[in-house]
């Protein structure tokens, strides 16, 4: 079955620090990978996502990760952080043949001003 | 892009007591539905997913029900609730073509509490 773990459950980070948020997921066949953010008192929204081609894909808010076949993983990550970046993160992946999409956990971050 | 609503916001219910959450689409048509639970700690737990009108998944047993009377509505329904069915409750949707490769769009949740 598929799975997806990341692996900090709580970040604590100063502005202007890098950002680094890992996930390794679980499955066999071809995926596709997103990362959600939810801020808060927002609803969960798309952060970037990765289907094929390039594996580092960009996103919104300076947001960028890396697809890592031979690892699987997929990692999060941005060179300076905000404040505004204070949210949860989640990894996601679902199956290129199917409906569902398997959540991380989740990452909090906190962003000290 | 697609708005998920969903209502109500917070509910407190007895145990016993019966349950129905709703959820309605806004901008696509035909798309796929989802109902999770959300734990702290745990991220997102996928309950049920629907492809189209009255075709319902269920991933995992438990004392939830979930029905699609319409093409952008989805239900969220219990007879008897439980205490551990206490929980946050998210509707999404996606765009019904090649559904893997879609983002999901997430409504603003209901907060379930029972005691």
């Known amino acids: 079955a598929q799975s997806v773990s990341q692996h900090n459950h709580h970040v604590i980070l100063s502005e202007a620090a890098s950002l680094e948020l890992g996930c390794n997921y679980s499955?066999?066949?071809?995926?596709?990978l997103f990362w959600y953010v939810q801020y808060p008192g927002q609803h969960l929204q798309l952060l970037l996502k990765y289907f094929s081609g390039d594996p580092l894909v960009k996103g919104i808010k300076g947001f960028e990760a890396e697809f890592i076949k031979s690892k699987f993983s997929f990692n999060l990550r941005k060179p300076s952080v905000q404040w505004s970046d204070t949210a949860e993160y989640f990894c996601?992946?679902?199956?290129?043949?199917?409906?569902?999409?398997?959540f991380g956990a989740g990452t909090r971050l906190f962003v000290k001003a | 892009s697609q708005t998920i609503h969903q209502w109500p916001a917070t509910l407190v219910q007895p145990v016993g007591s019966p349950l129905s959450l709703e959820c309605t689409v806004e901008g696509t048509s035909n798309p796929n539905l989802y109902w999770y639970r959300q734990a702290a700690g745990r991220g997102l737990q996928l309950l049920f997913y629907s492809v189209g009108i009255g075709q319902i998944s269920s991933e995992v047993p438990q004392n939830l029900s979930a029905s699609r009377p319409q093409d952008r509505q989805f239900i969220l329904s219990s007879k008897k609730l439980l205490l551990s069915d206490s929980g946050f409750y998210l509707c999404?949707?996606?765009?019904?073509?090649?559904?893997?490769?879609?983002?999901?769009?997430f409504g603003p949740g209901t907060r379930l509490t029972v005691l």
């Open positions: 999404a949707s996606s765009d019904g073509r090649f559904s893997s490769y879609n983002e999901q769009f």
């Open positions: 996601a992946v679902s199956d290129t043949g199917g409906f569902k999409t398997i």
């Open positions: 499955y066999g066949g071809t995926v596709n």
